[in-house]
């Protein structure tokens, strides 16, 4: 790409034509390539800085969320790649087993068939060639939003690299004991037909019913006792009535039979502690097949446990339960049976009563199914051992997570984590390779076998079961860049750990302490130093954007209609730690006006500014003499020192000294709004409303003042487009390459971030005349006074400010029309400004407005404004008012009194400067 001149910089940016050359050049450039051996921990000079993206599904497309997580993710590569890291941005998908499936199986569906017609092999062969053909369209789309991620190096889970990750990582926990097989209830998910862990069975409110059955005892159907339930169609797989061994009302119950309504099974009651002698009636039904409790609770006991309802969601006697399930209930889908189950309660006499019930129920995370608890034969992983230097590690400082509030929730889960169920009843995915044989050996193995039994010489076979897709997903840190093949690898050496983990908080405890886990256990190092959870993109009614609601936003549509730039400052610029990022699906417009409305005026400010400097190189900052500064000079290079310490302050720190984080340091830095405001703050308010308009007078008259004008001009416009480039990369990169004197072949994606210039001790002094400038506007303002206006503006108190404002006249008349005069003011009606240091700005009226007419104005005002603040003060005066007003009405009130107070202390002040009282 060759480097154009600043004379034919276009009137106006053209974002889409621009972004898809530059991406293309910077990709062929190879600029977001990272090496390993340029690294310290091989050997080389530059620190290493890795980020491993949040692998999406295979089959998805760019929503708004993707585009928020990579821009946070790229913003923070950019800006370590410019301060002499070798920055690695990892890029990959996963194979999604659950969600590329139920796409799949959708589409054969239209052909009549089922992966059952197809059968094991063909389904996998024909999902393989679906991935092959859709999979990786979002990698594309990524770089749409300028995602400079090293696709040299996209990995994918179902790969044959990464696929021997996952069964190193399965034989290792298996060999140790970690790895098991156990008969207990698992969430169960009738649609996708296979098991999910606790993280995947999501809850969700629901607005249900509460149904009081009678139990009749078996010996005396005259008597009763009471039991409350949700599932009423479950009660059909009920073995006993639990109550607390110390419950004094129901010791001599215990042993007493109860006749099974519908079932017309007798079971007993039976005691034990883990019933809430205070909830309710004291008394719990136990169903141990569908229920988790009532499992753990049917094992002490030794009751039998009948599974009444099918895989698909239907009723039947499925295990143990024969006699239990009537005929006429017997394929009825649950919740239709449920339906018919409080009927048939209701005609034999033994539904007490129903109340409506609000209640969290479990959802398949993918398809949204109400999840079943079932008894299932199913794979676990024991992670207690697991997650204990899992826990240690966040709360040592191993791993800070930010913000600090998600500590606590982490923390929650990790001490009551249950054993995670890894085995899904799939097709697509990576098979348990564990093998069995009827002599009853069992075998887990790194390769497939290529003879029969060891034991015994017979035919053994493979465990149909898939692993859950978050169980090659919690090996991503690693297994990316080379575990097992290449433990001692250049890229394990180089980039593990990584550094930074930025993810959404919906994903804590699917994948993030996961991966903890597994770094600690497979590497003896925690894969990351900081876990960085963001916001939320929402809509305007703050709900999360979702294609359900249809409340959702393209971000290629964005990037289309405004520019990626513009799309990825909106998204930083309102995104405060943690905070949910507020969009208007409706009005694109609107949303994304921060972005555009910033680009046009950065575009602007470029070209003004090239057109005036030229396109001759200028001298460097170090090379010019301070001697020969103007105020305005010494201003704008500490003003320079100030947002590049800001920038910083707000980015920063990097890494954790020693490998743990300090106390102090565990929340700092990653303030990306923060960061955002302080580059744009410098080259919007700082250079472009000021320097530049100081300067515009110096670069007509040829010289040394011009010349150093110039040079501070592209200097500091040069380090500007660098701390704003992570942010917006293709405009700064497109002004970048425009700077007079810019080598050829040379990138802002690879230049230095900027250092802090050497400050100035004169910068005070433009300041003063800031201050006055200000200050004339202000006045202008209060007094609508328009803005041809002329002014004179009289500066008495502070002679030596006095004397540096009165230096600058000429540069103050140009930007407030106001003709500047050392010394007090003519007697009469006067606006008045204080400044610092006790420079007072007085601007007569007289001539300028009616003063008798705008008096009588502002005292009707005051007089108005005077009342009403006298009844506000007495609403809030009053005990009874504050007392019984939602807290929120009270504060309005008190802001409301705040703000009316200050209006009449400025109408007083005004009235006093017109010669009123």
Not at 276 to 300: C, I, Q, S, Y
Not at 602 to 616: A, E, P, S, T, Y
């Amino acid at each position: 790409m060759t480097n154009p001149s600043s004379s034919d910089i276009p009137a106006q940016y053209d974002a889409g034509a621009t972004e898809r050359a530059l991406y293309s050049a910077w990709e062929a450039a190879g600029l977001f390539h990272a090496h390993a051996e340029r690294t310290t921990r091989a050997g080389g000079t530059r620190d290493p800085f890795t980020i491993v993206i949040p692998p999406p599904n295979v089959t998805a497309v760019l929503h708004v969320g993707h585009g928020l997580n990579n821009t946070v993710q790229d913003v923070i590569v950019r800006w370590r790649r410019m301060a002499g890291d070798e920055a690695l941005w990892l890029p990959g998908t996963d194979h999604a087993g659950i969600a590329t499936q139920n796409v799949v199986e959708k589409l054969i569906a239209q052909e009549g068939k089922t992966r059952f017609d197809l059968g094991r092999e063909p389904f996998v062969a024909r999902t393989a060639e679906f991935v092959k053909e859709t999979g990786g369209v979002i990698l594309q789309q990524l770089r749409a939003i300028g995602a400079s991620a090293d696709w040299r190096r996209t990995a994918y889970t179902l790969s044959p690299e990464l696929s021997r990750a996952v069964r190193e990582a399965f034989v290792r926990l298996y060999e140790k004991g970690l790895i098991y097989r156990g008969y207990r209830v698992i969430h169960w998910c009738p649609r996708c037909l296979t098991s999910l862990s606790d993280e995947e069975a999501e809850f969700k409110d629901t607005h249900g019913k509460l149904y009081h059955v009678r139990y009749p005892y078996a010996d005396d159907p005259t008597r009763f006792i009471t039991v409350a339930t949700t599932r009423p169609e479950t009660m059909l797989g009920d073995v006993g009535v639990a109550v607390h061994p110390d419950d004094e009302r129901y010791k001599d119950l215990i042993g007493t039979e109860l006749l099974l309504p519908i079932a017309n099974v007798r079971i007993p009651i039976v005691a034990d502690s883990f019933v809430d002698k205070e909830f309710g009636t004291g008394m719990v039904k136990l169903t141990p097949a569908h229920d988790p409790n009532d499992f753990e609770a049917g094992k002490r006991l030794g009751l039998a446990m009948p599974v009444v309802i099918t895989p698909d969601g239907h009723m039947g006697e499925v295990h143990d339960a024969d006699g239990r399930v009537p005929v006429a209930l017997r394929g009825v889908e649950r919740f239709d049976a449920r339906k018919k189950v409080v009927k048939m309660l209701e005609a034999q006499g033994f539904l007490e009563k129903i109340d409506q019930h609000h209640h969290a129920v479990r959802h398949c995370y993918r398809c949204h199914t109400v999840v079943e608890p079932r008894l299932s034969d199913q794979w676990f992983v024991k992670m207690a051992p697991l997650a204990k230097p899992a826990l240690e590690a966040v709360q040592t400082g191993k791993v800070r997570i930010v913000p600090e509030r998600w500590n606590a929730v982490y923390v929650n889960w990790m001490e009551g984590i249950r054993d995670w169920n890894i085995s899904r009843q799939l097709w697509w995915g990576h098979r348990i390779p564990v093998w069995r044989c009827a002599c009853g050996h069992e075998e887990a193995l790194r390769v497939d076998p290529t003879g029969g039994c060891p034991k015994c010489g017979g035919a053994w076979t493979q465990d149909e079961d898939v692993l859950d897709t978050w169980f090659s997903s919690w090996l991503w840190p690693i297994s990316t860049l080379g575990w097992p093949d290449k433990d001692n690898g250049p890229d394990l050496k180089a980039f593990y750990p990584t550094d930074v983990l930025v993810t959404a908080p919906e994903i804590l405890f699917f994948w993030v302490a996961r991966m903890i886990m597994a770094g600690l256990e497979f590497k003896g190092e925690v894969p990351f130093h900081t876990v960085y959870l963001h916001g939320t993109v929402r809509d305007m009614q703050h709900r999360k954007m979702s294609k359900s609601l249809g409340n959702g936003i393209d971000p290629l549509e964005v990037v289309e209609k405004f520019g990626a730039d513009a799309l990825r400052w909106t998204m930083i610029g309102g995104m405060g730690l943690g905070v949910d990022v507020l969009l208007d699906p409706d009005d694109l417009e609107k949303s994304f006006a921060p972005g555009r409305n910033f680009a046009t005026k950065l575009w602007n400010i470029g070209r003004f500014l090239l057109m005036q400097v030229g396109h001759d190189a200028v001298r460097p900052l170090a090379a010019l003499d301070r001697a020969t500064f103007r105020s305005a000079d010494h201003w704008i290079v500490n003003r320079l020192a100030d947002a590049v310490a800001e920038c910083n302050a707000a980015l920063g720190p990097v890494r954790p000294p020693n490998g743990t984080w300090p106390e102090n340091q565990r929340q700092a830095g990653l303030r990306l709004d923060a960061y955002a405001e302080a580059a744009r703050r410098f080259l919007w308010n700082d250079l472009a409303d000021w320097y530049v308009e100081s300067s515009k007078h110096r670069l007509a008259e040829p010289g040394e003042d011009r010349e150093v004008a110039r040079a501070l001009l592209v200097h500091c416009f040069d380090q500007g487009l660098r701390l704003l480039h992570p942010i917006m990369p293709f405009i700064t990169e497109t002004l970048w390459q425009r700077l007079p004197g810019q080598t050829p072949g040379t990138w802002l994606v690879q230049a230095a971030w900027p250092t802090a210039p050497a400050r100035s001790d004169l910068a005070h002094e433009f300041e003063v005349v800031k201050d006055v400038i200000t200050a004339v506007r202000q006045i202008r303002n209060d007094y609508v006074l328009p803005p041809t206006q002329q002014l004179t503006a009289h500066l008495a108190g502070n002679a030596p400010a006095a004397g540096l404002a009165m230096a600058e006249a000429a540069f103050v008349q140009r930007m407030c029309r106001a003709e500047l005069v050392h010394g007090a003011a003519p007697a009469g009606a006067a606006a008045h400004a204080l400044l610092g240091g006790g420079l007072e700005v007085v601007i007569p009226l007289e001539g300028i407005v009616d003063v008798a007419k705008e008096r009588g104005k502002l005292e009707t005002e005051l007089a108005q404004l005077d009342k009403q603040l006298t009844g506000l003060r007495g609403r809030l005066a009053n005990p009874g008012f504050t007392a019984k007003a939602p807290a929120a009405v009270v504060d309005a009130e008190r802001a409301k009194e705040a703000e009316w107070s200050a209006r009449t202390d400025l109408l007083r002040a005004k009235i006093r400067a017109m010669g009123g009282a």
